[in-house]
């Protein structure tokens, strides 16, 4: 199924189950191929149980999910959202599309996720939201967080486009928070090519969701029996996927614990065997605190300096093998100055200098990790 011909040996390749096809020619044959049909539905219900969140629903991306969480919160000009500095573009840009002032939170050295003890001195009057990101899949300090947060009447929104089937204290991530967004892009451990979810754990907010992820409209009360008919009632947007997306990540999602166990075996073997060498050339490997299970993601290096991260890219680039870095940090992009200069965010700074992340896919076989494993190791700064 997943073909491993090519010598070189990429960042990323999607897996498939081997059922994504049989549920596409499915949901066509069953008629319906719009939105919100039986297999986004079942998808639905498998996120809903084994969250233990109390709705979910399909965007057609995580970045969708962020926007609607914007519109939900009513989020506006004037008001300000807290993110990391160390994130993906759409952790701000879906609050800056409302017109609000994103205020950028500078990382943990260990983590590389939102620093807690720094919330209290950016939070204003003004401060409406905190949005986290679990990265790598390994979760914020949420017990902090969701205290600071509702010491001020501030709502969380958890980014958890890393880390699908995480845990904080045993609490599912994408549970912990009044709302939280998923990513189901085809470099995700789960993925539908692009994809996403919105989660809902505060109740109140599930009828107007309903409404802004169905242009704005009545429509599921109308399919529901509960109005006669169906009209515009809210602000909203077309953010629902098709069926076809949905059964595509359905014959993902059914295969949850292969793909995360073999995740689990790949990540941990670039620990072990990558220790000795990280001690050697000064390197640091993922931090995972003990009190939380991550999600298996990702698995990067953060190298002394910028040269030896680029010399490392550059050293496994020769050898056929693909590294990446990641986020350029927010607080120094040309965008950012249109809010103003924002407080620098140092170890967002160091850490986008110095980290790489290695070839990390569910396919990825024995053989071709030795390889990445035994160039690694022969790269000394
Ligand atoms: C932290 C974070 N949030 C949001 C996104 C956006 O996800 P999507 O491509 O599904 O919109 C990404 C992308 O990888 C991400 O890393």
């Not at 969250?51 to 995580?62: D, E, F, P, R």
């Not at 962020?66 to 759409?90: H, N």
């Not at 693909?322 to 620098?344: C, E, I, K, N, W």
């Not at 990790?369 to 790269?379: C, H, L, T």
């Amino acid at each position: 199924m997943n073909d491993n011909s090519t010598n070189g040996i990429p960042f990323n390749r999607p897996w498939l189950s081997g059922k994504e096809l049989e549920y596409i020619s499915e949901a066509i044959r069953g008629g319906h191929a719009s939105g919100n049909g039986p297999f986004t539905r079942r998808c639905q219900r498998f996120l809903e149980r084994e969250l233990g969140v109390k709705k979910a629903m399909l965007t057609t991306s995580c970045t969708d999910a962020l926007e609607m969480c914007a519109l939900l919160l009513d989020i506006g000009p004037g008001d300000e959202v807290i993110v990391p500095a160390y994130t993906f573009v759409s952790t701000a840009n879906a609050f800056a599309l409302r017109g609000a002032r994103p205020v950028f939170a500078d990382i943990r050295p260990d983590t590389l996720n939102i620093d807690e003890a720094r919330l209290e001195k950016l939070i204003t009057a003004r401060t409406r939201a905190i949005v986290v990101v679990h990265y790598a899949g390994v979760a914020c300090e949420m017990d902090a967080i969701m205290q600071t947060a509702q010491s001020h009447d501030i709502t969380v929104v958890e980014d958890n486009a890393h880390g699908l089937f995480a845990s904080y204290h045993g609490r599912p991530l994408g549970s912990l928070a009044p709302l939280a967004t998923l990513s189901f892009h085809e470099t995700k451990n789960i993925s539908c090519g692009e994809g996403g979810a919105l989660l809902i754990n505060d109740p109140g907010l599930i009828g107007r969701a309903e409404i802004l992820w169905e242009k704005g409209t009545n429509r599921a009360r109308f399919f529901r029996g509960e109005v006669d008919r169906y009209t515009w009632v809210d602000i909203g947007s077309s953010f629902l996927p098709s069926d076809l997306l949905g059964a595509f990540l359905l014959a993902q999602l059914e295969n949850k614990e292969r793909i995360q166990t073999r995740r689990k075996e790949i990540w941990e073997r670039y620990h072990t065997e990558l220790a000795d060498w990280a001690g050697h050339v000064g390197a640091r490997l993922p931090v995972i605190p003990e009190d939380r299970q991550q999600s298996w993601h990702m698995f990067y290096l953060i190298m002394p300096t910028a040269a030896a991260r680029d010399g490392l890219i550059a050293h496994l680039r020769n050898r056929d093998i693909l590294s990446v870095f990641h986020y350029t940090p927010l607080d120094s992009s040309p965008m950012a100055r249109r809010f103003g200069q924002p407080a620098p965010c140092p170890n967002a700074q160091s850490i986008s200098e110095r980290l790489l992340r290695l070839p990390f896919y569910t396919g990825l076989g024995k053989e071709d990790q030795d390889r990445v494993i035994e160039a690694v190791r022969a790269f000394h700064p």
